[in-house]
């Protein structure tokens, strides 16, 4: 076994971002002291019965070995055997990762590992907006950065769709900016995205601002974007203030841990929600259902469906 590195590291859990830097982590803990050690990965697609204890065995020289084995979730039956197989007399030479995203396959494993006492490395999914809000401020807080409430919130916003292109973002900003990023950086990098616009477009919209709204539509159109995330991102928006609309009064982190959502999303929504009524929220959510219909195949004029839903909100929203 490599000295710096337990014996067996179980990276337990579905997010791939976060799973592939426990490895990554584990494999630099282990070149502290062995900088050249031998890593194998062993995948549970494709894998060949017998691979695992081929690998395990001791070298002629006896150097130390990194095992990874990747996905033990989908592990076939002959991977399954020879881990267990392997965990009864495991090598002194080896360090065995194993990543496991979610589910009950590998039960016989895992209970092995944790009765081995692996080092277990969470890796949780990170899905509502409040998980990426959490994990944006911790890159930028592990990476000696302040980033602004507001630039967190924009980020989120253009990025958020997917978690490793979030961490790229991140990256970049403290790569390519110096000072305090803020809402102003965010957008000068990435103001440009679908996500971006469509959030653009519905927050005008939500405020009953029918010419910007439509303005940023048109703009959106003519540089190539897709009427659907534009809907979606109106129709999400929508949906948060019904939600919040419709909970009980308390602190907003209070309740985006009930909702599901970020603190900045809690207090964007309340803010949002001054002129609004239940019904005018129901309507506009109907009016949005309809376009997405209409701008994924079911209309003409997919363009004209939006239009038609934004004219709609803003007429709700205005009480006209």
Known sequence: M??????????????????????????????????EVDVVTLTAEGYEEGELTVQASPSLFGEDK???VRDLHQAPD????????????????????????????GKRVLDTLKKAKAHVIPAPAIKSDRDKAEF??????????????????ALVEAVGKDVRELASA???????????????????YHGGRVEATGFKV?????AGHTGE????????????????????????QLRQLAKVGGAARGRSADLARDLGMAPWQIDKARRALQGWSGDALGRSI???????????????????AVEKAILTISRERNGS
């Open 78 to 105: 002959a991977l399954q055997l020879d881990l267990l197989t392997y965990l009864a007399d495991p090598a002194d030479s080896v360090t065995l990762v194993v990543t496991h995203a979610s589910g009950t396959k």
């Open 66 to 68: 990194v095992i990874i």
């Open 136 to 153: 944006v401020t911790n890159e930028f807080r592990t990476a000696r950065r302040r980033a602004s409430p507001d630039a967190v919130q």
């Open 170 to 188: 991140c990256q970049q900003l403290v790569d390519d900016t110096t000072g305090v990023i803020d809402a102003d950086v965010v957008e000068r």
């Open 286 to 304: 109907q009016a949005v259902a309809a376009a997405d219909v209409e701008v994924k195949g079911g209309g003409r004029d997919p363009v004209y």
């Open 213 to 236: 709204a439509l303005r940023l539509l048109r703009h959106a159109v003519d540089v190539g974007v897709d009427p659907v995330p534009i809907v979606a991102v109106i129709a999400m």
């Open 202 to 206: 519905a927050d005008a919209a939500v």
């Open 2 to 35: 490599s000295a710096g590195a337990p014996p067996f590291v179980l990276v337990s859990g579905p997010e791939t971002v976060l799973a592939d830097r426990a490895v990554e982590q584990v494999l630099a803990d282990v070149r502290v002291s062995t900088p």
